[in-house]
């Protein structure tokens, strides 16, 4: 499970100091909501607060703090208090009136702090007032109207708690790929530099690049000898708020947001879509967020098997186990075992008879395979390809040259067309395409007619300077265009036909959600019959962990540009790069590609940095099996020139 958590921080297994700063500082804030939600004295209240804001804030080490008794003489911290952190800081143990505090505060109400938006206060009348005492019974209560009601609530907040417990499970049950490889990266970095560690390997659904990531899964290779300090250095590690258990081989946690060196950030979200996903809350869920981790700590022959069983996915375990035992041979996380050695034996205790492998592709050799990269484990036919050696040559980042879908200061960009291009040079693209929105998308400023001719007179300018200067670099002038009533696009032809391409782009998606299947999916064929329309952009308007993309036939919509495409007329759909939509699914992507429909990968750039999304475009293009000619952007400049006339 991901999401955020509302208990006391578990002391280090060594120290002192047994806490950190972050930690009382998040102990403290814990305190002050508790008591606020007991009805305690405004005071006292705020004296927690003030104590955990200017702890939190500061600099040096709290252990010397102690030890000097500088911490008494901090504002805001009395005599109470202060002995009271300096022996949780120099001993590990919190102080009993806060342990109490947590353990007689009913659990319902606890789980109600985490709905985002939702304060101690407020809790307390709607707990007194209606005997409200956890999320489900708060729903209720919502969906019964008696909350609108309460003096100084109203429908507005009651519609926002709802909202807000959507928002909450979703975000507990997942989170995005973008984040979890943050976490995930982190973590494993911070474990390969603990002394004894041979390999840290991050496995499961974060190494396979899944859009979405439950928890992550880390492989650790140490000597029998170090497994009681490895163990004991990585529950010391910055970053854990929870220790959920820890054996002699395996370690569940949460981690949290201190495990960033950097204070946490996720920079610019498109309004658009952080409005999917719960606007200013998200961004305050995140900063609070956790996310659970399992590390697996083996010895260096059985790392490889531990690696590939928990990078998964299950279903590519299952055909791989099958295969073994075809073979006559028994698969697990400990080894490949001849089933006639093993006999009665289990676990470790069979493992002493399984074939070696140095790495995972000797396991894949000793089952007749090749190696499957992690990507590709889902069971959608990789094992078959690897047993005739036709896996794809998956595309890789160096194999893109530019990307057609990014915006600028026209639209609703950050940057200038000029800091654009420059970036896109920096990172080695050879083109970059300019595809800012149209004029009825008016909360993105979308450009007028006149606003997108003048920039395309700016691109030829630009191009004829490079071209002078044998600079091997181009711009191309498009616009993402709305898809109006009926497929239409934004703008007439004779604008349209003075561009270099169309993206084409759902953004009413209310109008679009509320419509069935076979309708949107006959106006986007509508749309795609249009000259201009060269590109379908984030083709189902999906948001991750935020909502559903409306209803379309993505198989029909596919086969419907492959008709184009087979006549020699350019159809191309979208990747939609940014972590919050990955649209196209990957698994839509290995039938565009059947299909003969090529794909463009697009980063959908608001910013220089949002140019980096094309990181998340190329892992997604990968799980869906494309390589490099499968998409547009491992043209060249000259050869899209070509293909763009
Ligand atoms: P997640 O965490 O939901 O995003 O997805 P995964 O794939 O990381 O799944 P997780 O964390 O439950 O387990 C990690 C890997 O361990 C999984 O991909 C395959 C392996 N595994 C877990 N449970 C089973 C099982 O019951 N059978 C088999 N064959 N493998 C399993
Ligand atoms: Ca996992
Ligand atoms: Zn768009």
């Known amino acids: 499970m991901a999401g955020s958590s509302f208990v006391l921080p578990k002391a280090r297994p060594s120290g002192p100091p047994y806490f950190s700063r972050n930690?009382?500082?998040?102990?403290?804030?814990?305190?002050?909501?508790?008591?606020?939600?007991?009805?305690?004295?405004?005071?006292?209240v705020r004296s927690y607060q003030n104590a955990s804001r200017m702890l939190g804030g500061l600099t040096q080490d709290l252990g010397d703090l102690v030890e000097s008794g500088e911490l008494f003489g901090l504002k805001g911290i009395g005599k109470?208090?202060?002995?009271?952190?300096?022996?949780?800081?120099s001993e590990g143990i919190w102080p009993d009136d806060?342990?109490?505090?947590?353990?007689?505060?009913?659990?319902?109400?606890?789980e109600m702090l985490g709905i985002p938006g939702l304060g101690p206060k407020r809790i307390k009348i709607m707990n007194q007032e209606l005997g409200v005492d956890s999320i489900a019974t708060l729903r209720q209560a919502a969906e019964d109207d008696s909350i609108a009601g309460l003096k100084g609530f109203g429908a507005k907040s009651q519609q926002r708690m709802l909202d807000g417990i959507e928002l909450l499970a979703r975000f507990r049950s997942r989170r995005r790929l973008d984040i979890g490889l943050k976490y995930g990266e982190a973590f494993e970095q911070r474990i390969s530099?603990?002394?004894g560690v041979l390999k840290a390997q991050l496995a499961g659904s974060a190494r396979r690049r899944k859009d979405t990531i439950g928890d992550l899964d880390i492989v650790v290779a140490v000597h029998d000898e170090d497994k009681e300090?490895?163990?004991?250095?990585?529950?010391?590690?910055?970053?854990?708020?929870?220790?959920?258990?820890?054996?002699?081989?395996?370690?569940s946690l949460i981690l949290d947001t201190s495990i960033f060196d950097e204070s946490f950030s996720i920079g610019h979200i498109d309004p658009n879509v952080l409005d999917a996903i719960g606007g200013?809350?998200?961004e305050q869920l995140e900063a609070g967020g956790t996310i659970d981790a399992q590390v697996r700590l083996v010895s260096l022959e059985v790392f490889p098997f531990t690696l590939a069983y928990f990078t998964g996915s299950k279903e590519h375990n299952i055909a791989m186990r099958q295969r073994a035992i075809d073979r006559g041979l028994r698969l697990s996380e400990f080894g490949l075992i001849p089933e006639k050695d093993a006999g009665e034996l289990k676990g470790m205790a069979a493992a002493q008879f399984s074939l070696s492998a140095d790495d995972e592709s000797e396991i894949y050799r000793h089952l007749e395979l090749d190696w499957v990269t992690p990507e590709l484990r889902e069971d959608t036919g990789e094992i078959n390809a690897a047993e005739q050696s036709l896996l794809p040559k998956l595309i890789v980042q160096s194999d893109i040259k530019g990307a057609l879908h990014n915006h600028t200061t026209l639209s609703d960009g950050e940057a200038s067309l000029e800091q654009m291009a420059d970036a896109a040079r920096k990172i080695g693209w050879n083109w970059l395409g300019i595809a800012d929105h149209s004029p009825t998308?008016?909360?993105?400023?979308?450009?007028?007619?006149?606003?997108?001719l003048a920039q395309g007179e700016l691109i030829k300018q630009y191009n004829s300077e490079w071209s002078n200067q044998g600079i091997d670099f181009r711009l191309f002038h498009g616009v993402e265009s709305d898809i109006l009533e009926g497929g239409k696009l934004d703008h007439p032809d004779d604008v349209l036909s003075q561009i270099d391409y169309t993206v084409a782009s759902v953004h009413a998606m209310n109008k679009w959600k509320g419509r069935d299947e076979q309708s949107n999916t006959e106006e986007l064929m509508r749309c795609i019959d249009h000259d201009a329309t060269t590109i379908l952009g984030h083709p189902t308007?999906?948001?991750?962990?935020?909502?559903?993309?409306?209803?379309?036939?993505?198989?029909?919509?596919?086969?419907?540009?492959?008709?184009?495409?087979?006549?020699?007329?350019?159809?191309?759909v979208e990747l939609n790069a940014s972590p919050y939509r990955l649209d196209l699914d990957w698994r839509m992507c290995k039938y565009a590609k059947m299909k003969n429909v090529p794909v463009i990968i697009n980063p959908d750039a608001h910013s220089i940095r949002g140019l980096g999304d094309i990181a998340y475009g190329v892992m997604a293009a990968r799980k869906g099996w494309l390589e490099s000619s499968d998409v547009l952007n491992s043209l060249s400049g000259l050869e899209l020139t070509t293909l763009l006339e």
């Open 98 to 110: 806060w342990i109490s505090l947590h353990n007689d505060t009913p659990e319902g109400l606890i």
């Open 541 to 572: 308007g999906r948001i991750l962990q935020g909502r559903d993309g409306y209803e379309v036939d993505m198989y029909a919509i596919i086969d419907y540009m492959s008709d184009y495409n087979n006549d020699g007329v350019l159809k191309a």
């Open 193 to 195: 530099q603990i002394p």
């Open 23 to 44: 930690q009382v500082a998040q102990a403290l804030h814990q305190v002050a909501v508790l008591l606020e939600l007991q009805g305690a004295n405004v005071f006292r």
């Open 229 to 251: 300090d490895v163990s004991k250095a990585i529950l010391n590690l910055p970053g854990i708020a929870d220790i959920k258990g820890a054996g002699d081989s395996k370690i």
């Open 280 to 282: 200013d809350d998200y």
């Open 441 to 452: 998308l008016k909360v993105a400023n979308g450009a007028s007619a006149e606003d997108l």
């Open 80 to 89: 109470g208090l202060g002995s009271a952190l300096s022996q949780a800081i």
